[in-house]
């Protein structure tokens, strides 16, 4: 079965960094790209960042200096890596792999970030 497990997220201080890892499994995983999502309350789910098959990598505005975006395809897993975090970071980030016919989501992990 495909699955997309998210680990890695909890609580930091703002200033703090956190690293999200993305392990998929039941799929090519290699010729996906690969995106992270966050999702506030009460708001809509929003693009983070994402990186191609081909390891060209993308960012929002928002993290843009604070953020790296990475895979390593022999372990089937992407990383998110995020430093001087801000309280409007807080939100539960979800994997996605796709490509062409292809859109897994994993279940989220929640980053709060808080004093």
């Known amino acids: 079965q495909v699955q997309l497990v998210e680990s890695g997220g909890g609580l930091v201080q703002p200033g703090g960094s956190l690293r999200l890892s993305c392990a998929a499994s039941g799929m090519n995983f290699g010729i996906n790209a690969v995106g992270w999502y966050r999702q506030a309350p009460g708001k809509q789910r929003e693009l983070v960042s994402f990186i191609t098959r081909d390891g060209v990598a993308n960012y929002e505005d928002s993290v843009k200096g604070r953020a790296t975006i990475s895979r390593d395809n022999a372990k089937n897993t992407a990383y998110l890596e995020m430093n001087s975090l801000k309280p409007e970071d807080t939100a539960v980030y979800y994997c996605?792999?796709?490509?062409?016919?292809?859109?897994?989501w994993g279940q989220g992990t929640q980053v709060t970030v808080s004093s």
């Open positions: 996605r792999t796709f490509g062409v016919g292809r859109d897994y």
